[in-house]
């Protein structure tokens, strides 16, 4: 979000500019000097060549941006519908206690919310379109693109507008489980280990088209025979028989996964992790 709002300050710049220099652009009635001074009293600048109207890439380009930022909300709507669905639970958007769901299904709780963000940005995604379609005119000059425009201009703009203020309250206001994402990581058994402990036993010293296998071997057969990977790892010969047991418990361990996350809030964010306000994930 704020590369979008680099990118939109960026777009609205290269918008802001008018022109008084007539019907075929050539000043033939008004010396440019008036055209400085009128646009600059309104606070454009002057575009330096331009036909009977301005370019349009300056809208395309505009509009596109929007459609960019309609994007970005519209990731970010998804992956906490996704999160909401039933079998995840790890989140979901605020659902008020007299709030009705489902119609037909009184348990379900529909993220009403998200899917509206999604819907709308396929409408700003389409508008963009019509945008770039608007740079080609007959003889740089025909008005083609003014009915399109009175559309998609202020659409796209206010629904951007309107997209961001949900979003907003969406994640302000939505709810996250953290007792829930740890129940679904354990549910894998460890599997989502596998990567670590590969690395591990190949700085142990095990060759690392050995180490790819015998972890490998061990995952497909957790997943085929509902097995507890870990356990697996820990009653492997070929692995138990290579490596200290504490490496193998190191390459299971959450913590670990997890030690440089305040730092990379930190970056985003540019805030100092407090030490005292981490948390620890329960094992």
């Avoid at 005119?137 to 009915?147: N, P, T």
């Avoid at 201009?153 to 994640?171: F, G, I, Q």
Wanted: aromatic share 6%.
């Amino acid at each position: 979000m704020q590369r979008n709002l680099e990118r939109f300050n960026f777009a609205a710049e290269q918008m802001r500019v008018g022109k008084l220099s007539g019907a075929v652009g050539n000043a033939a009635h008004l010396d440019p000097e008036f055209e400085e001074k009128i646009c600059g009293r309104l606070g454009l600048n002057v575009a330096s060549v331009s036909s009977q109207v301005i370019q349009r890439d300056r809208h395309a380009f505009y509009v596109a941006t929007l459609a960019v930022i309609a994007s970005t909300l519209d990731k970010i709507a998804t992956e906490i519908r996704h999160l909401q669905r039933t079998e995840v639970r790890e989140a979901e958007e605020f659902f008020s206690e007299k709030q009705k769901g489902s119609s037909a299904m009184p348990h379900k709780r529909n993220p009403v919310t998200c899917e509206q963000i999604s819907g709308l940005a396929r409408v700003v995604r389409a508008n963009s379109q019509a945008a770039y379609e608007n740079v080609a005119l007959w003889h740089e000059r025909d008005i083609s693109h003014s009915s399109v425009e009175r559309v998609i201009l202020p659409d796209s703009t206010t629904l951007v507008d309107y997209m961001l203020a949900k979003t907003t309250s969406l994640v302000d206001t939505m709810f996250v489980y953290p007792e829930r994402m740890l129940r679904n990581l354990n549910s894998t058994g460890g599997l989502v280990f596998s990567g670590q402990l590969l690395l591990d036993l190949v700085e142990a010293g095990v060759l690392r088209e050995d180490a790819y296998r015998i972890v490998q071997r061990n995952a497909m057969r957790a997943w085929k025979e509902e097995r507890n990977f870990r356990e697996l790892v820990m009653s492997d010969p070929d692995i138990i028989g290579k490596v200290e047991q504490r490496t193998i418990e190191n390459a299971f361990d959450l913590n670990r996964q997890l030690r440089n996350v305040d730092k990379i809030f930190a970056r985003v964010l540019g805030e100092q992790p407090d030490a005292k306000s981490k948390s620890k994930p329960k094992k």
